[in-house]
């Protein structure tokens, strides 16, 4: 959470410089992700509630702005129609996952799972555009490339977390122990990834 933290306020450089549109974007959306992580810990350790009905709700507002994000960088219209397709039906994929299937006080794995692979999907896409595309960059000054690079490595790793640790909890504690420090030294590889994304200059201004 300090990482995430200290990565929020770096990204505040990108109003105050007047960066692409983009970048605004995803800063406010580290906002919301921080105060997610800083409310859903409190919650845990102060009031000693459960905090996954909260988790669960940061998926849908996660996995509809990264696909947002996407659209707004990407070139083929096919994906952008593609994009706009799942911001209409995954809303309603998690709504009824939510509430009706999997409810609000367990992981919603369906809705999580779905939303990972379409951003991997997106992300794959990003880069073929950038390989083949006309205009080549210089990667290590893009944004992009670096915000790609962290969700990917993330969401990579998550799959397989994801779909073992609730066998871990159930049949060995230690190793869900295990699992669950992977994805904190994960979180501080996202973080340290996004931060380098705004601390570096784009070759060129997006809007």
């Excluded at 997610?36 to 919650?43: K, P």
């Excluded at 295990?178 to 501080?188: A, D, H, M, P, R």
Aim: charged share 10%.
């Amino acid at each position: 959470m300090i990482f995430g933290s200290l990565c929020w306020l770096i990204s505040l450089t990108s109003i105050v410089f007047n960066r692409a549109r983009y970048l605004k974007l995803f800063s406010l959306f580290l906002l919301v992700t921080i105060s997610v992580e800083w409310i859903a810990w409190y919650m845990a350790r102060k009031l000693h509630i459960n905090n996954l009905w909260l988790y669960n709700a940061y998926t849908l507002i996660e996995f509809c702005f990264l696909p947002y994000f996407y659209f707004l960088i990407t070139k083929s219209d096919k994906v952008k129609l593609t994009i706009k397709y799942f911001l209409i039906l995954y809303p309603l994929f998690f709504i009824l996952n939510y509430f009706f299937i999997q409810t609000p006080y367990v992981f919603n794995t369906y809705a999580y799972l779905a939303g990972i692979m379409f951003v991997l999907f997106l992300i794959g896409n990003w880069y073929k555009e950038v390989l083949f595309g006309e205009n080549k960059i210089i990667l290590s000054r893009e944004p992009v490339f670096y915000i790609s690079c962290a969700f990917f490595l993330f969401f990579i790793i998550e799959i397989p977390y994801t779909l073992l640790l609730p066998y871990f909890v159930t049949h060995d504690l230690k190793v869900a122990m295990g699992l669950i420090w992977v994805i904190k030294i994960l979180n501080i590889i996202l973080y340290i990834l996004l931060t380098i994304a705004y601390l570096c200059r784009p070759q060129t201004p997006r809007q």
